[in-house]
């Protein structure tokens, strides 16, 4: 067994250990939880599907649960984004990650956008929304745009990445997005993040929270080993 | 402007002409409308939020409008599923391809995956029901198992991939799923099909429609010229 690299545990308390695949099974699900607890992430991020599951086995502890919304295209409709946090909520949901409608911010339909994401805040009052705005499909002006769209409309988090873009968080991202929030915003940063190394320029570029499925590897070999 | 390739154009009336990319604007929509009428292509494939605009461009023609569910991982509870779905054809779906819970048939949660379908199916009365079951994620018995569980359900047709999976469509695919399912459930292939080649090879082990982002190309082109 590798030994936990000390100089990476502090990064675990910005971890959302997460597991989004479709073929996760329950056995998966109980999996992260146990290693949430262990390492002392976050948070774990799971399907919706999952979430009663995870809120069972980690109501005890401090881990927070997160799920996602119109995961991971964002192309559901206002209504269908909204029954769906307000269902994850229901089931003890602590935080919903929802992917906003990248389709009307590239096409300049920023009402739309924003209302898609009015809509879903209306519905889980109290409770952390992060808006999703896939950095990798938008230019450096239009991630600014839509930064202040999600703000604008209750946003409590923004993040990069779906994970399914073309890219994942970077540097110049989280600093894009950091310069356009007030500081009641957080950011997320996601997508593609194996390594202590890059999680640790996130966090210091102002991210938050680091959404990934390489926690472990994160926290016990730092930059070193890049596959968990 | 290249000549059509006659050879090809019986292919035409399996296709449904799809854009699901997050980034997809209206004017896609509209073009992709267009180009359906223009091509005599089956139907269009769009997502939940652009339904009522596919709706609103095809209703005089005979161009059916498709949208999907749980897309693409499927891992929404079924009660949202089955929202998304109806909210749908409320906006003018003829037609639903909804993703099974992987996840669970992975982990032989057969009656959850059953049920999960099930109340879909009751949401849509008359409408057509397509299960994606992503056999990228599954082995030779659990294609058949699912496809089964499909059509128990009440589906219409099975569909093999979302196209974010591993892999698209094979001939393979299509011959298991054939082999166990009764005549009146029909199958869709979808993800990675990109030249006139793949797609009546496919149709012809038994495949009715074919669902791909390269339609034009496989029209056109046939089996010669590979992107679109």
Redesign the interface.
């Known amino acids: 067994m590798r030994i936990l690299n000390k100089k990476n545990a502090d990064i675990a308390k910005h971890i959302e250990h997460t597991l ?9 699900i109980r999996r992260i939880c146990i290693q949430a607890e262990k390492y002392k992430f976050a948070a774990v991020c799971v ?4 979430v009663s599951l995870a809120f069972k086995l980690l109501k005890k502890s401090r881990i927070r649960v997160v799920s996602v919304c119109g ?7 206002s ?2 984004k909204a ?2 946090s307000h ?2 909520v229901e ?1 003890g949901a602590d935080e919903i990650d929802m ?1 906003a ?7 300049e ?1 920023y009402t739309q956008a924003r209302k898609d994401i009015e809509e879903v805040r209306k519905k889980i009052p109290g409770k952390v929304l992060k808006v999703i705005i ?1 950095t990798s ?1 938008l230019d450096e002006k239009l991630i600014e745009r839509a930064s202040v769209i999600a703000e604008e409309a209750g946003a409590d988090y923004v993040k990069t990445s779906t994970g ?2 073309t890219r994942g968080a970077t540097v110049k991202d989280i600093e894009i997005i950091r310069n356009v929030l007030s500081p009641r915003v957080k950011i997320k940063a996601s997508g593609g993040i194996r390594t202590a190394e890059q999680a640790r320029g996130l966090i210091n570029a102002g991210a938050d929270r680091i959404g990934t499925s390489s926690s472990i590897n994160i926290i016990k070999c730092g930059s070193v080993c890049r596959k968990s």
């Open positions: 989004l695949k479709a073929d996760a099974g329950e056995n998966d399907s919706p599907a999952y995961f991971p295209l964002g192309g559901s409709v209504d269908v029954h769906e269902n994850a089931d992917v409608n990248i389709g009307y911010l590239k096409s339909r896939e499909l399914y873009g």
